[in-house]
């Protein structure tokens, strides 16, 4: 009959993957409008193959969609602990000493994105006992200030607090110029590290 599709018989062995998918979406519809009512047709509620493969492939989207987010998430997770762990030698590496003391705990750090030069500020908290330790690397020179950690550096970093101290220092490994500051509350429990290379 014409407009049927031709169904092989039980146990015939059809290769459906041979055949071309719209060439197979074509014969499918030919199928529906020959034999289904008008008047199923017209009204739209038949639910045509294209609906079918329409909602397969948005639910296949939606899959890949939400995997494809889920690696994200995953991957910067990663990220920000490595950059975490990180954070206490690269502290250390600025003030030029060994390591950090036991105390001192790293807030905070945040690169600026500047293309010619190097810029990083650090928040750190600490016993106040071992803030003289945090100097060794350099000579520095204590200035009095009245500034915020927010003002007294390059970057804003951690939380807001008052800065009474600031020791800074032009190391000579800086070739075309820079500093190292550490400025610090009046009680040296917290202090921020502001590295600055041209």
Known sequence: MAGFLAIPPIGTNYDFHS???QHLTSMLFMCVNSCC???WRDSGNFPLISSWTGKIMKVRWKK???WTAAVVVVALVVVKIIDIQRRPKQV???LNIP????SVRVVDCKDELIPTDVVVGCSIEMDPRDFPNLLRGYKFTETEVNETSHTAILTKVGP????????AVEPKE???GGHVKV???RERKRAVIDLYIE
Do not use: G, Q
Not at 99 to 102: R, Y
Not at 160 to 167: A, G, L, M, N
């Open 183 to 185: 400025c610090t509350d």
């Open 160 to 167: 807001e607090f008052p800065v009474t101290s600031e020791f």
């Open 99 to 102: 390591s950090l003391p036991a």
């Open 19 to 21: 055949v071309p998918y």
């Open 92 to 94: 250390a590496a600025i």
């Open 37 to 39: 009512p008008r008047r």
């Open 64 to 66: 890949t969609l939400w």
């Open 174 to 176: 800086f070739k075309d």
